[in-house]
Every structure is written in C-alpha cells, then in structure tokens.
C-alpha cells in the first residue's frame, strides 16, 4: 500500500506555483522596463514600512521596503495600475526619491506581513512619534515601578528581530511618562551602556545594556529627532513629540560626544508637570497674597531666580494662567515653548538665526501687548528692554540666574540698569527651589533631636511673625523609607520652596549704594517675608518633606 501524504504534494504543488509566477513577474518586468526583484530572501527595512500605511500599500498593491536618508525602494505589482501609479506619486510629492521595482504577489505579501512585527508607532508629518496604539498605552498602564522598565527593556533586548530598536526606544520613553521622569539618560561607559531617569529630580538607575544595541538605539534616535547620523564628533540638538492619547508630549534631545560614545539625554516635557495651578506650587499662603496682588497690577517687573530645573518657567506659566482673560493680550518670548497656553501668543527665540530674547521682546512691544513673559533676561540688552517695557505700562514676567531672591538686583546692576529704574520698574523678586515630597504610604515619624533641633530652632528664631508658626509642631520630623508606591525612593512627587523680595522704599535706599546681596537681604528683613531656609523647614515640621532633602538643594549651615 503506498502512503499518499497531502501536505507533502500541497507543498510542491504551491512551490510550483510560487516559481511559475515569479518566472512570469521577471518576463513582464523586462517588457515594462523595470527592474525585478525577488523579497523572498531580501532583508526588509521597517523604518521603511513607516511611509506608508498597510491599508495603502496593501490598496495600491505596493510596499516600500528600504529607505536611506529620502531615497525608497518601493516594490510594486503592476507598474501600469493607476492606483499604484498614484500611490507613488504620493510618496514623492512628500519629497521621497523612489526607486520602482516589479515583484510577485508573494513578495508583496512577504512585505505587508512584517507591518505586524513593526513596532506600534510611526512618524507623524509634523515629526511626532505617535504612540497612541492601544499596545504603547498598555506599555504605560504596565509600568508602576522601575524593575518593570528594566524587565521590558531586557525582554526586548534579547529578541534577535529587526524591530527591536523601535521597540526598545517605546519602551523607554513610554515608561518614563508612565513614571512622570523629567529627563531620560543613557550613557554609554567602556563596556556598556546605562539607562537613568530622573525622577523627582534624582537620578535613578534602570539598567545596562550592550553597545551594539545602543548604537542602533542611538541612530533611531537620530532618527526621529531629526539630527545628523553620520556626527558624532559635536554636540547635537533635536526635538520630536510623542502623541499619547489627545496629548502631545515634547520630547528634546540632546547629544553629547565623549570617548566612549555619544551621551544623550532626552527632555519629557509633559503638559501636566509644567501646567500647575498657582495654589498647587507650595506658595504660603502670606506670600501667595502678595504675589496674587503683583501680577494683577498693569506694569511692572517680576523676577522669578533659581538654579536651572528649580521650576521658574512652571512659576511663570501658573502666573498667566492665573491672570490671563479674553480682555487683555499676552505675550511670550521663550526657548522652548515648553507648554502650549490657550489664548496666549508664543514666539520662540533661534539664536543662531538672530531672533534673540532682546529682539522677541522688543517684536513684542509692537503687538500692543498687556502681558509679556521674558523666557530669561540673560544679557544686558534683553534687561534693558524689559526694564523699559516695565517702565512703559507693561507687566513684565522673567527669570533670573542667581541663587537667591537678594541676588536679582545686583545682578541687574551689573547689567548695567540704572539702579533708579530699577526701583521704578522692579516689583519683586522671588527665588525658588524644588525639594522632593515624603511618601504618604511609607515616611516615618523621628524626634527632633540634636543636631536636627539645634538646625530648626536656628531657623525659626529669624522668623519674626509668629502667625507663620500657627498650628507647627516643633517635637519631631520625618525621614524617607521607601515602598512600591514610591518605586523605594521614599519620595513621590515634588514641592517648590520660595522666598520673596518686594522693592520698597528700604530697598531703593539700598540700591544706590551698589548692594550686596547681604544688603539687599537686611533692607528687606521688615517685610516679614521667609526666606528659602525658614520656608523649607515649615515645610519639613508639617512632614512635606525631610531635612535631608532640604539640605539637598539648600545650604543649611549658612542659616544664621
């Protein structure tokens, strides 16, 4: 009895027919002049697959397989269909070079296949990497702790597969907005390459990785950010944005060289870390009076001061918002515009093509603006005009370089402002860090003792309105433990600590003396206003934070 085996003669019979059509596709390809191609054992391009969508491709029976810089190789079924005609006429309207080849069914489907191993995101025409795909979001609603970033980052890393970059790139960014990071680090060392977060502005490692694929991650990186793949020996910046849902998130990207490789880190600029309400920042309530009173006057200057990533431009935005109705005209002269605001006119400053802070303003003073927010007053030309916009019925809002609120006007005379303008322009001058918060879940309770109660009791001696001290407890402080919730930092979340200087008749007699800072901080003393180190430890009495945060970003040995 002779065994007849369907799967067998099914095999040859499609093999047969596989070899019969594209002997038939070759023939045709010399009649139409174009060149043959077999995809069967023909490497494909997923980057390619992103010009364009499977339902076109699959409608138009083309697929583009290769791409390098603007150059396509597109694969195509019948080069005389005018839907295929059309599809590729689409693509090079778009600035694409298309090279056309002719294939089989078979090769065509090999191509369409590999849109499911593609990774769930594509380039948008605006430069966005658009993550909206029900799988990316997954990736976010997955991720609550840092060891759930690292076990999909290595999952993916020993797939042996082509879309694995893609993958891995998602993988960061839409864990590190599952996280709220406010920047992505990945740098390489000797033998390998680290992957940090900032979260609540402490690096935190997340894992290692091999080089080979970091140089792979990196020219995807390149990539979407639009930047020069073939540098490596200068620094380079970039920008791409991520939509995820109805949000679009602003990823900056900022390059490196150094001797093991370039260096990159990836800024997150999420609407809602930077838009936050005015009574959300952490302001007491003594100052936020004060302040809601300023930025409701018709002109003058208010300067925000503090080191970079101490919130400034998050204080300035809640400033607008708050202020901000139908009736009057806003204006901002930024770099970057880090949060788009409803209503508001934005301009962003290119320095490199002369359009600078002086020249954004002084093209603002034209546009009959009520409000103007100066990104940063950096040079004398820029402090000069705002002084004036000041002057001339303007509400000027900007930032400061310096270290403390005392420090705006010295710094303002070095600019070369006339220290009577000054007193006539300035409103005040507000100086801010960001501490971290204790976890709710986990912090734990300590006695104030020693050192610790020597530190406060220094502290709140120079308070001289005792309201500050209504309802603090003075017995014990909390210190950080760390649980799953806070991904065992002992922190989760951050809170601004402030101080203010209002320009009054002690601080105009002080400024014609060429102030010091410590000048300016003794004609201020009657104003009853904390400083950064007496509103960071009422901070650290009501449990909002602990003294050791505080004296992360504050000197505390300095407190007199």
């Known amino acids: 009895m002779i065994d007849f085996d369907d799967s067998k003669e099914k095999q040859k019979v499609d093999l047969l027919h596989k070899e019969e059509e594209e002997n038939l596709v070759e023939v045709l390809s010399a009649k139409y002049g174009v060149p043959y191609i077999d995809l069967s054992a023909h490497p494909i391009n997923i980057d390619a697959l ?36 059309d599809a590729v006429k689409a693509l090079e309207d778009t600035g694409l070079v298309a090279t056309v080849f002719m294939t089989s069914h078979a090769s065509l489907q090999k191509v369409w296949d590999r849109y499911k191993d593609m990774s769930y995101s594509f380039e948008t025409s605006s430069g966005a990497l658009d993550i909206s795909n029900e799988e990316i979001l997954n990736i976010v609603k997955r991720v609550t702790t840092i060891s759930d970033v690292k076990g999909l980052i290595e999952e993916v890393i020993s797939l042996k597969k082509s879309y694995r970059i893609s993958k891995i790139l998602e993988i960061i960014l839409a864990s590190g907005i599952a996280l709220k990071v406010s920047d992505i680090h990945i740098e390489p060392e000797d033998k390998e390459v680290r992957i940090r977060y900032r979260l609540d502005g402490v690096l935190t490692d997340v894992t290692r990785f091999d080089k080979s694929t970091f140089e792979l991650l990196l020219s995807r990186i390149k990539l979407v950010s639009n930047l020069k793949l073939n540098t490596k020996e200068r620094a380079q910046d970039g920008r791409f944005s991520i939509k995820l849902g109805q949000n679009e998130i602003e990823i900056r990207t900022s390059l490196l060289p150094g001797p093991a490789g370039e260096s990159v880190v990836l800024r997150v600029l999420t609407p809602e870390s930077i838009s936050v309400a005015l009574e959300k920042l952490g302001i007491h309530p003594k100052l936020l009076s004060v302040l809601e009173h300023e930025i409701t006057k018709p002109n003058g200057l208010i300067l925000t001061t503090g080191p970079t990533g101490s919130g400034k431009t998050t204080t300035l935005y809640a400033f607008l918002k ?72 303007h509400l000027v809002l900007s930032t400061l370089h310096t270290n403390n609120a005392a420090g705006a006007i010295p710094r303002l005379l070095d600019l070369g402002v006339n220290p009577k303008v000054i007193s006539s322009a300035l409103s005040i001058s507000i100086a801010q860090r960001l501490v971290r918060k204790l976890c709710e879940s986990c912090k734990k309770e300590i006695p104030l003792v020693d050192k610790n109660k020597e530190l406060v ?49 002690n601080i105009e007699k002080a400024m014609i003396e060429n102030p010091s800072e410590r000048d300016i901080e003794l004609a201020a003393k009657k104003q009853n206003l904390l400083n950064l180190a007496q509103d960071g430890i009422i901070k650290v009495l009501k449990g909002e934070t602990s003294i050791t945060e505080l004296g992360r970003v504050l000197d505390l040995s300095s407190i007199e």
């Open 50 to 85: 992103r010009v364009i969508k499977e339902e076109d491709a699959r409608t138009a029976e083309i697929a583009v397989f290769n791409i390098t810089d603007r150059k396509i190789d597109v694969a195509v079924l019948s080069p005389e269909s005018d839907r295929t005609k």
């Open 457 to 505: 009791e220094k502290a709140l001696a120079g308070i001289t309105d005792h309201s500050y001290l209504d309802g603090v407890q003075k017995d014990h402080v909390w210190e950080s433990v760390g649980c799953d919730k806070c991904h065992n930092t002992g922190f989760a979340g951050r809170i601004g600590v402030y101080e203010a200087i209002l320009v009054d008749e």
């Open 322 to 393: 708050k202020i901000y109705n139908p009736e009057i005209k806003v204006i901002t002269i930024e770099n970057p515009i880090e949060y788009h605001l409803s209503g508001i006119v934005q301009t962003q400053t290119d320095p490199d093509g002369e359009y600078t802070f002086a020249e954004g303003l002084r093209s603002a003073l034209r546009q009959d603006p009520d409000v103007i927010m100066v990104g940063e007053i950096r040079d004398d030309e820029t402090a000069e005009v705002a002084v004036n916009a000041a002057l001339t019925g």
